[in-house]
Nanobody, 124 residues
Framework: QVQLAESGGGTVQAGGSLRLSCVASRGSFSVYTLGWFRRAPGKERELVGGIRITGTETVYADSVKGRFTLSRDDAKNTMTLQMDSLKPEDTAVYYC?????????????????WGPGTQVTVSS
């Protein structure tokens, strides 16, 4: 079983950048598909992006393609989400997640482990 913890959230102006990190405090990343989700006020939790085991494939939500970059370093048990050209609509609580499934699935219920979340606020 893996325990996850996010860091790097905060407040930034529109057009700015933030870098989120997710670290496994117990267990190893290397056997999991990893992903980032977010939940904006009044909305459902949605997939931002995911990366398969060994980083062979990375997928992104259409809303963040070209602006966000996801990467993993299994040796350090760390996953990062580089967020550039941030927009006010990116404001949300961001969660990292791990799945035993080999593929990146979009439904939150298909993911097995979650971090507590970190707040990202983008001001206009």
């Amino acid at each position: 079983q893996v325990q996850l913890a996010e860091s790097g959230g905060g407040t930034v102006q529109a057009g700015g950048s933030l870098r989120l990190s997710c670290v496994a405090s117990r267990g190893s990343f290397s056997v999991y598909t990893l992903g980032w989700f977010r939940r904006a006020p009044g909305k459902e939790r949605e997939l931002v992006g995911g990366i398969r085991i060994t980083g062979t494939e990375t997928v992104y939500a259409d809303s963040v393609k070209g602006r966000f970059t996801l990467s993993r370093d299994d040796a350090k048990n760390t996953m990062t989400l580089q967020m550039d050209s941030l927009k006010p609509e990116d404001t949300a609580v961001y969660y990292c997640a791990a799945s035993v499934c080999a593929f990146v699935l979009s439904r939150p219920s298909d993911w097995d482990y979650w971090g507590p979340g970190t707040q990202v606020t983008v001001s206009s």
